[in-house]
């Protein structure tokens, strides 16, 4: 049963305090995502790969958002220092091509104290 | 510039009822257009997909029509289960820009029995 797995579910942090969220996509996938959701403002894109090549990250604060994907099998996602702002669930998503469908994981709720 | 808009934001049906989901579009080029469906705490997860020359596609009790010419969509749920709460999210694909989909920001769907 392919899915995207994302890592950790849940995270509860200080404002301050780094933190990193792990995405693996689905195996063959080469167009990966990630996507920010709050209630206010729906799904917004952060960062989005494409075979492993980052193509557009303007939607990510670059002074303390960072998006890499080391190896087709690992995207990751930090944020330093975070702040309470920050709080939202982070969605990674998995495709196979432009336009095609995407799987989203589970997402990871983070909230920031 | 393109944008996707949804309405109801949300809407409250009794178990049986049917109902449908606007969405309203601006996105150029057009490639395609996906339903997608998030429960509480999950990912979203696609429902259907209507490309340019589909006019109408069933998935179970979902039903999606899509009018190119007004870039209009609609999702009709017919005979409503407590299981269809959830959020109705509207993606459209673009065939230009960076990035390819284009997310409206849902409709809030709850089922009373």
């Known amino acids: 049963d392919a899915r995207v797995t994302q890592t950790p579910r849940h995270k509860v942090t200080e404002m301050g305090q780094e933190v990193t969220m792990r995405c693996q996509p689905i195996?063959?996938?080469?167009?990966v995502f990630w996507y920010r959701q709050t209630m206010m403002q729906g799904l917004e894109l952060l960062a989005y790969?494409?075979?492993?090549?980052?193509?557009?990250d303007s939607g990510m604060p670059k002074d303390r958002f960072s998006a890499e994907m080391p190896d087709a099998t690992l995207a990751t996602l930090k944020i330093q220092p975070s702040e309470p702002r920050d709080s939202a669930v982070y969605f990674c998503?998995?495709?196979?091509?432009?336009?095609?469908?995407?799987?989203f994981g589970e997402g990871s709720r983070l909230t920031v104290l | 510039k393109n944008q996707v808009e949804q309405s109801p934001q949300s809407l409250i049906i009794l178990e049986g009822k049917n109902c449908t989901l606007q969405?309203?579009?601006?996105?150029?080029?057009?490639?395609?257009l996906r339903w997608y469906k998030q429960d509480t705490g999950r990912g979203p997860v696609s429902l259907t997909i209507?490309?340019?020359?589909?006019n109408t596609k069933s998935n179970g009790r979902y039903t999606a029509t899509l009018d190119a010419d007004t870039k209009q969509s609609s999702l009709h749920i017919t005979a409503s289960q407590l299981s269809d709460s959830a959020s109705y999210i509207c993606?459209?694909?673009?065939?230009?820009?960076?990035?390819?989909?284009?997310f409206g920001t849902g409709t809030r769907l709850k089922v009373l029995a």
């Open positions: 195996l063959g996938h080469n167009t």
């Open positions: 993606v459209v694909s673009s065939t230009s820009g960076t990035y390819k989909y284009i």
């Open positions: 998503a998995s495709g196979l091509r432009i336009t095609g469908e995407l799987f």
């Open positions: 209507m490309t340019f020359s589909e």
């Open positions: 969405c309203n579009y601006t996105v150029s080029p057009f490639s395609n």
């Open positions: 790969f494409r075979n492993r090549a980052p193509l557009d």
